[in-house]
Nanobody
Framework: VQLQASGGGLVQPGGSLRLSCAAS????????ITWFRQAPGNEREGVSC????????YVDDSVKGRFTISRDKIEHTVNLQMNNLKPEDTAVYFC????????????RGKGTQVTVSS
């Protein structure tokens, strides 16, 4: 099983990026999926989680109103639309299966770097 996050890059403050999480070996449609991020020297933090029923069950306060998690059931991907990005959003973002959208991580993959800088 492999999860792969993509879509990161360098963006100016106020800009947008769309991250995508895909998997091989499992069908993401059957898993709660959480996007996490980790900046150098910081602990991992949960950003947002979407349930198998497509309910957004968790959004971190720091990204509310700016980030939106969604699921594409045809493509079997989970996406994170990030708008109005701030320098403090800079981190490696990765996706993982999450048993109860509570940080109980199962499968996880390599992340994608998001850098917000002018």
């Amino acid at each position: 099983v492999q999860l792969q996050a993509s879509g990161g890059g360098l963006v100016q403050p106020g800009g947008s990026l769309r991250l995508s999480c895909a998997a091989s070996g499992i069908n993401l449609n059957y898993y709660n999926i959480t996007w996490f991020r980790q900046a150098p020297g910081n602990e991992r933090e949960g950003v947002s989680c979407i349930s198998t029923g497509d309910r957004t069950t968790y959004v971190d306060d720091s990204v509310k109103g700016r980030f939106t998690i969604s699921r594409d059931k045809i493509e079997h991907t989970v996406n994170l639309q990030m708008n109005n990005l701030k320098p403090e959003d800079t981190a490696v973002y990765f996706c993982a299966t999450d048993r109860s959208c509570n940080g109980n991580v199962g499968y996880r993959g390599k992340g994608t770097q998001v850098t917000v800088s002018s």
